[in-house]
Each structure stands twice: as structure tokens, then as C-alpha cells.
């Protein structure tokens, strides 16, 4: 899908609503309830599929369990 049509769907979720942090993937037809929380630290780790629904006041947090080591 062109970037521009999903930059719309996703202004069509936030209007006024809820933000949805970059990376975070929306299928067709998501519903996301009032007062929905998403992750904005693991945004891209998160995928609404096709005829998602989210309740209000639903929080949806990803993190990253990667064996990765930090510097130090």
C-alpha cells in the first residue's frame, strides 16, 4: 500500500483520538476504542491486523527481549 494511503487511514484513527505511534502497522477496518494507550517505545513491534478491535482503555505494550549486549 503507498505511503499516502496509509498516512490517511492512520489520520482517520488519530483525528482527534487516539495518536498512533510511528512504525505501528494498521490493517483495513480497526476500530481503536477512546482512551486507547499504544506503545511508543516498540511502536514498529506492534501490528493491528484487519478487523482489529480495541475496547476502550486498552493498553498494548511490546518490548524487546533481544540478546543484544549494551557498550560498557
Known sequence: MP???????????????TPV???????????????????????HLITLEDGCVLAPDVIVL???ASTRRSGG
Open 21 to 43: 505511534p510511528d512504525g505501528v502497522t494498521v490493517g483495513r477496518d480497526v476500530h481503536i476504542g477512546p482512551g486507547v494507550r499504544l506503545d511508543w517505545s516498540y511502536g
Open 62 to 64: 511490546a518490548h524487546d
Open 3 to 17: 505511503l499516502g494511503a496509509r498516512l490517511k487511514r492512520l489520520v482517520a484513527l488519530v483525528r482527534g483520538r
